[in-house]
């Protein structure tokens, strides 16, 4: 059975970090791109962020670039987003999802496998 489980959410002041984390279970985590996503009521679910082995590479939406950090360890099934500096409007849900691609053109509807989501809230 496929599972994604996030965990590290948690309320922050502006300009604190969190690391999130994705651990997987049902598939074999190198051979799936994960990205993180997040989404505010009444949007469509944004990228953040996607770690690909297939590709080598990670992927940064402008808003969180040069902030967040994606990273994995296979060997664990998770798959990381450290988040620096963090901002009032990086408050929301915090979901990450998996497919069996590279990151390219990475979106929600790409994602095969999807988290139930943890909740990020940085106040002022």
């Known amino acids: 059975q496929v599972q994604l489980v996030e965990s590290g959410g948690g309320l922050v002041q502006v300009g604190s970090s969190l690391k999130l984390s994705c651990t997987v279970s049902g598939f074999t985590l190198e051979d799936y791109a994960v990205g993180w996503f997040r989404q505010v009521p009444g949007k469509e679910r944004e990228g953040v962020s996607c770690?690909?082995?297939?590709?080598?590479?990670?992927h940064y939406a402008d808003s969180v670039q040069g902030r967040f950090i994606i990273s994995r360890d296979n060997d664990k099934r998770t798959v990381y987003l450290q988040m620096n500096n963090l901002k009032p409007e990086d408050t929301t849900v915090y979901y990450c999802?998996?497919?069996?691609?590279?990151?390219?053109?990475?979106?929600?509807?790409?994602?095969?496998?999807w988290g139930r989501g943890t909740q990020v809230t940085v106040s002022s």
């Open positions: 999802g998996a497919m069996q691609r590279s990151c390219s053109g990475y979106t929600a509807r790409s994602m095969d496998y």
């Open positions: 770690n690909s082995c297939t590709d080598c590479g990670s």
